[in-house]
């Protein structure tokens, strides 16, 4: 007869999924959608409703300017649109890969994210958020106080699970965090304010509303996740990296916006232009290896050694209406969740994620370039002006 036999490792990851399964049902058996009636949908932007959880989600930082506000707002309305996919992070069940090791780090796999949520799914979600921003600490720092530990990224934002701040008094396993901004982004958005530039404090505080949605995916990971150690998350089974703040950036706008663009020649976004690039983005993947951040692609190797990164145009006023109330009521009023933040997307631009390429780098570089149609004159033009080292 053959007799099964468990591992202890295998029988402690059981025990994990099992108290996590355990806990989304007693969170849905205990919600009485009665009692939450203020947060289901209302006529109006949630926040208008001083009731409502998304306010516990509101960034509180010293000495707050009301320059912030146009920030805050669309953050908000980010997070609105976004639901869904805190839906599947909050009361959906992950699978939890097989782990060989106790040093393995532990692989959740959540369910896809939901197209719509019923008035109930809504309710519960904006409940559990509100629980999730209670435990929030709002801080603000400089960038060097950011990046004590000499890394090459630059970091707008960053969010720190805290283990003093368990939160299975309310119905989460895991714990609450802090949330830190980039005092400069912060000084940038209220510098453009007094000036006057409107264009510009639009652009500053899209990048602040974004920020603050990607460190905001973070938080709501640590609240669910049992235990302090460090978990890959994918966000869906189609989920290309573990990067769940870039992961929600990309299914809500359709890639990430090159807010920073650091390559010679690309247009200032503050001068009309913006530039989206495609999610996963080789360039910011492989600066997070070189930094020996921890990221997990699911990608081919051949695509994860391609030299090429895409960008496409959009244009300006797709920014400038995220900061109008109509554009807003529109979407309420229609409910056209999927696609109504992406962006046209214009002609394509492909940037090298590399500035020092090896001969035979710089001939594969030409053909993937031509392979995807571009002329043969201009990309030689282009390639003529990087570094070459021998092979």
């Known amino acids: 007869m053959r007799i099964k036999t468990t591992t202890p490792l295998a029988a402690g990851d059981s025990l994990t999924v099992k108290t996590l399964a355990n806990q989304i049902q007693a969170n849905h058996a205990a919600f009485d959608i009665r009692q939450h009636e203020h947060n289901q949908c209302t006529p109006g932007h949630p926040q208008d409703l001083i009731t409502h959880p998304i306010n516990y989600l509101r960034p509180v930082l010293h000495m707050q300017d009301p320059a912030l506000n146009s920030a805050i707002r669309l953050y908000l309305h980010f997070v609105d649109h976004a639901l869904p996919i805190f839906h599947s992070l909050l009361h959906c069940m992950p699978t939890l890969a097989a782990r060989k090791d ?31 921003g209670r435990e929030i600490e709002w801080k603000e720092c400089s960038r060097e106080e950011m990046n004590k530990g000499g890394k090459k990224m630059v970091a707008e934002g960053e969010c720190t699970l805290r283990p003093d701040r368990p939160l299975q008094f309310c119905g989460l396993l895991g714990f609450g965090s802090t949330i830190t901004t980039s005092r400069e982004l912060v000084q940038q958005v209220e510098a453009s304010a007094r000036t006057g530039d409107s264009r ?16 905001l995916s973070h938080a709501v990971e640590h609240a669910v996740l049992p235990g302090v150690g460090w978990d890959d998350v994918f966000l869906g089974p189609g989920a290309k990296t573990s990067e769940t703040g870039f992961e929600v950036e990309g299914r809500v706008l359709g890639g ?26 080789l360039m910011t993947i492989h600066e997070y290896w070189n930094d020996d951040n921890r990221l997990i692609a699911r990608l081919p190797a051949t695509e994860l050694e391609r030299l090429w990164v895409k960008q ?14 109509q554009f807003w009521q529109k979407h309420l009023k229609a409910r056209l969740r999927q696609g109504m933040l992406r962006p046209e997307r214009r002609a394509d631009l492909h940037i090298l994620r590399k500035t020092t390429l090896t001969v035979a780098e710089k001939e594969k570089a030409r053909q993937e370039s031509l392979a995807n149609g571009y002329v043969a004159r201009e990309i030689d033009e282009y390639l003529a002006n990087l570094n070459v080292r021998p092979n």
């Open 256 to 281: 990430r916006f090159n807010v920073r663009n650091g390559n010679v020649g690309l247009p200032r976004a503050d001068t009309g232009e913006v530039w989206m690039r495609e999610w996963p983005d």
């Open 102 to 132: 106790d040093s393995d780090v532990k692989e959740w796999t959540f369910p896809e994210p939901l197209v719509t949520l019923t008035a109930e799914q809504k309710a519960i979600t904006w409940e559990y958020m509100g629980r999730v």
């Open 200 to 215: 510009k404090h639009q652009w500053c505080s899209f990048d602040l509303a974004t920020t603050w949605l990607h460190e």
């Open 312 to 325: 496409w145009r959009i244009d300006w006023r797709f920014v400038e209406k995220m900061f109008e109330d």
